[in-house]
């Protein structure tokens, strides 16, 4: 019992005179300094491969697993990091707050691009409507979100050089914004247009969507003027979305 009292006396001075505790190894280089397997040398810093295995704490508070010298608060050195949390937690990731702690949380969901379709039929601009619009038998299906939507179309051209516009609707006679609105800063009627040479000419741009349904299917209609055809089935168009925040 007297030499239990002594070494705790002793350890207790040691302490008070060092200012470190160690564990497993008789040469602690911080003031908290733990050697997992017992394998540092006794006269000398351990080498980098030696340190795998400890764990330290430095004077200025920052804490090092398999670090000997950790320069912020947390350095691991090897592994993987581990944080087991009470819920159901598959999928989530570690995340910091505003505040600076730690959450799991899910990431926001990420939509992929959405590629449009093309069906059958070539179009031709006509007499009977010539104000109303023309399905150019191109359609799109997004999911609830904000979308950018883009296409290109490739007519032919009959004329002289014309203005044509284009546009998105739920519609396929007529303009119709059901189940989305457009992000545009509040301008009427948004479209895409330009300016079309006879011959082959290329009907390009892009619209900024919001899609407020669960689901909703979008039409590319060409507004009915001048003389000009489209086919669907030309190489060079094109209608994809993709999401934004």
Known sequence: MKKVAVLVILCFYSILGFGQISVNTSLPMHP?????????????APSAIEAQDDFVVTKEGNVGIGVLNPTVRLDINGGSLKVVS????????????????????????????????????????????????????????????????????????RTNPIWLTSYLSTATTTRAENGFIFLNGGASKPSIGGNLWPGYAFLWGSSLIEVTNAEVTINILVKNTHDWSFTPSSWENYLYAIPFK
Not at 33 to 44: L, T
Not at 117 to 133: D, I
């Open 32 to 44: 908290l300094h733990v050697d997992g397997k017992g394998n540092n040398p006794k006269d000398k």
């Open 86 to 157: 009470t819920g159901n937690d598959a999928g989530k990731v570690l995340t910091s707050n505003g505040d600076g702690i730690a959450e799991i949380k899910s990431l926001p969901s990420v939509l992929p691009a959405v590629i449009g379709k093309f069906n059958p039929g070539g179009v031709n601009s006509t007499t009977t409507n010539p104000e109303g619009s023309i399905f150019t038998n191109a359609t799109i299906t997004l999911k609830k979100g904000k979308w950018i939507v883009n296409w290109g179309l490739t007519l032919s051209v």
